[in-house]
């Protein structure tokens, strides 16, 4: 089993910064993927970056060049820059066994990130 505990969430004006951090704990040897989700108010949960043990990242395109996923051993980040008040949502940090979270995959309880002036 692992558990995932995001930090890093709150309240920031549009065009500023915000980093958060999801540290896992327990079977962190397990662990091949981890990623960010993020959940807007009526919409479907999406993927925007995911970080494989190999240290490559992959971003979806609403937040390539303005978000980085970085890993140290067994704590993800997401350094989000640039923000836009159509990026809040709550944030989700997932951790899986295999590439792209198929098969035994864990989730974090979410951190909310609100983008208003």
């Known amino acids: 089993q692992v558990q995932l505990v995001e930090s890093g969430g709150g309240l920031v004006q549009p065009g500023g910064s915000l980093t958060l951090s999801c540290a896992a704990s327990?079977?962190?040897?397990?662990?091949?993927?981890m990623g960010w989700y993020r959940q807007a108010p009526g919409k479907a949960r999406e993927l925007i970056a995911h970080?494989?043990?190999?240290?490559n990242p992959n971003y979806a395109d609403s937040v390539k060049g303005r978000f980085t996923v970085s890993r140290v051993e067994n704590t993800v980040y997401l350094q989000m820059n640039s923000l836009k008040p159509e990026d809040a949502a709550v944030y989700y940090c997932?951790?899986?066994?295999?590439?792209?979270?198929?098969?035994?995959?864990?989730w974090g309880q979410g951190t909310q990130v609100t983008v208003s002036s």
């Open positions: 997932r951790g899986g066994e295999r590439p792209l979270f198929v098969g035994t995959n864990y």
């Open positions: 327990g079977s962190v040897f397990s662990l091949h993927a």
């Open positions: 970080i494989a043990n190999s240290g």
